[in-house]
């Protein structure tokens, strides 16, 4: 796959030059599109940038780009669709002085010239293994709503995948969550209204083929693109339970007091099932699958009961949470989902699961299942569970009741600390123990995040999403030592996010390596945090700052960065100079006393 690399952030960049260059047009109407990135730094352009795009409020009739570096001019390749102009094929050099000239007309015959003087960033360290770091590819609305007007793109989003696949590589993204890829109960759902886990979007079932992201063969050729990135891609398992599309899933059942009922548990003949498992003309999913409901056809809604001799499973908290639940007591059931794992990873090609409501599904057969696909497959398999514990006791006992070396949990515990962050109310010093990423036994089996699709929802179903300070709570997972940090994709490209992350991701990509070190003068305002770098590669390693403060004056902090008579300028922007440390290491690094800019990343200059 050709190497591609998005730079909306060069749009500015043009803005910017209507005011600082000027611009003739034979008309006020045509002009490039208005954007939120007019702060750009023109000293600090990244050199690694090979393509950007232009967008005009007209549609665009002829475009001529060149590049001029001293001496030299260029001309710069252009693609025009629509009202977009792609410049292609750049290759800049770090720290150089160039002048982009620009002639646009449009088709009603205005025309707009500019000339923009910019200066390419420093140079990177070469790093051979970079950090991981996790995106969550979806979000609640994906394609529902405003966001399907606004977003149209996002309507197959195994397609869009594929053609983000390179530009996520490029900002440091080594792995993928992708959303359930099985046929859900009805088509427009997120894929946790399971049907058939067989079924990921080849077989007409629910009144389509295609899930709500795309067809199988889509998603298998989405997982082959995202690999020549070299990003492994991790399926979201929904095992608690089922949901019944319509009359044709209603069976007669019996249940625990004797009472006949008739429930959506038929789930027979699936054409996925039948198709792929091995087992499948052996037993049939009935109501003797599963543990209970609480909805009957015949009776309506009911208190969650069980079925006539089954009793709920061995989970961490309840066993009831939706649907039909699936009864992991039964031994077809239990073979049958681990024979699935096993396919998912060697037939379809994933590499991991993101376990959904884990904390409901038997704590014994979660062992079983990541055991049995681990023995099955040469692949170093990746699981982390949804256990939606907010105390670090509670979700260490979780890891203790599973019980199992491989299984990882997402760090919620973190997350509720970033809720008093958002509210203004946390004591800042009390991050350097805060969540599991900080208990030793666990720091290396947590995944850190923010919002998820379940706590950033646009309306408030769980929790409030962490709206206010995010930045510092990103620059707190992105920078530190232990962890896998997680991206979530609405942060990234629907909530106006991308420019600020680009630069935390650019500091994690080159510059967070090391052993981490805590600032012993942290205080209530102010957290800081050091990683020591590589001996092997210079120029590695970083002072990382975040305040709550709001006054928006700077706080100043004197703090050994473990490399003596070194420059170091804030890769954020948000504080402006550079710091020069003592022979001793030491330095007076800045951080902004603001909601919005109270975040820095300090990075050596050379």
């Avoid at 006791?393 to 509720?416: A, C, I, T, W």
Wanted: charged content about 25%.
């Amino acid at each position: 796959m050709r190497k591609r690399v998005t730079l909306y952030a060069l749009l500015s960049i043009l803005i910017l030059a209507v005011t600082l260059t000027g611009c003739k047009s034979t008309g006020d109407e045509f002009a490039l599109v208005s954007s939120d990135l007019t702060d750009y730094n023109l000293n600090s352009v990244d050199y690694t940038l090979g393509e950007f795009k232009l967008e005009f409020n007209e549609k665009v009739a002829g475009a001529k780009v060149s590049l001029v570096q001293g001496d030299s001019k260029s001309k710069i390749e252009t693609n025009v669709e629509g009202n977009v102009v792609t410049l292609t094929g750049l290759k800049l050099e770090a720290k150089t002085n160039y002048q982009l000239v620009t002639n646009i007309k449009s088709s009603t015959g205005n025309e707009l010239s500019t000339k923009t003087d910019f200066t390419t960033s420093r140079s990177y360290p070469e790093i051979k293994d970079p950090n991981e770091t996790l995106m969550q590819t979806f979000y609640w609305e994906m394609n529902k709503g405003k966001y399907k007007e606004k977003y149209p793109k996002e309507s197959n989003l195994w397609k869009l995948l594929s053609e983000r696949s390179d530009d996520l590589a490029k900002i440091g993204i080594t792995s993928v969550w992708v959303p359930p890829a099985n046929k859900a109960h009805e088509q427009q759902d997120e894929g946790y209204g399971t049907y058939d886990l067989w079924d990921l979007g080849e077989f007409n079932q629910v009144n389509t083929v295609r899930t709500k992201y795309g067809t199988k063969e889509e998603l298998e050729q989405t997982i082959a693109d995202l690999h020549q990135e070299g990003i492994k891609v991790y399926y979201d398992a929904v095992l608690n339970h089922r949901l019944g599309a319509g009359y044709e899933n209603i069976g007669d059942s019996i249940l625990a007091s004797g009472q006949k009922a008739e429930t959506y548990t038929k789930f027979y003949p699936l054409k996925g099932r039948q198709k792929y498992y091995s087992k499948a003309d052996e037993w049939k999913w009935d109501w003797k699958a599963f543990d209970g409901v609480d909805y009957a056809a015949n009776l309506g809604n009911i208190a969650p009961q069980n079925f006539k001799g089954k009793t709920w499973d061995d989970t961490f908290e309840k066993d009831y949470l939706l649907g039909a639940d699936v009864d992991y007591q039964n031994e077809n059931v239990k073979d049958e989902l681990k024979e699935w794992g096993s396919w998912i990873i060697n037939d379809i090609g994933f590499d991991g699961f993101r376990l959904d409501a884990v904390k409901h599904v038997d704590s014994k057969f979660i062992d079983e299942w990541i055991s049995s696909i681990q023995e099955n497959t040469a692949k170093d398999v990746f699981f982390v569970g949804e256990a939606w514990v907010e105390n670090t006791m509670g979700l260490s006992f979780y890891m203790y009741d599973v019980n199992n070396p491989n299984l990882h949990v997402f760090d919620f515990p973190l997350r509720k600390t970033f809720e008093t962050l958002r509210n203004g109310n946390l004591n800042m010093s009390t991050l350097s123990k805060a969540g599991m990423v900080n208990k030793r036994k666990f720091a290396d089996k947590t995944v850190t995040f923010i919002d998820n699709h379940d706590t950033g929802r646009d309306i408030v179903e769980y929790k409030a999403p962490i709206n206010i300070r995010k930045y510092q709570a990103y620059t707190y997972i992105l920078m530190r030592e232990d962890g896998l940090p997680m991206v979530y994709w609405k942060d990234y490209y629907q909530d106006g996010k991308k420019v600020g992350l680009d630069k935390l991701l650019k500091a994690r990509r080159y510059f967070a390596y090391g052993p981490g070190r805590e600032v012993k003068t942290n205080d209530v305002n102010t957290y800081s945090y050091v990683r020591g770098g590589l001996s092997d590669v210079p120029g590695t390693g970083l002072v990382m700052m975040i305040s709550q403060g709001t006054s928006g004056d700077l706080t100043t902090k004197r703090i050994d960065s473990g490399k003596s008579n070194t420059e170091f300028y804030d890769i954020t922007s948000n504080v402006k100079g550079t710091v020069k440390t003592d022979a001793d290491g030491y330095g007076d690094f800045k951080v902004k006393n603001s909601i919005d800019e109270g975040w820095s990343v300090w990075v050596p200059a050379n």
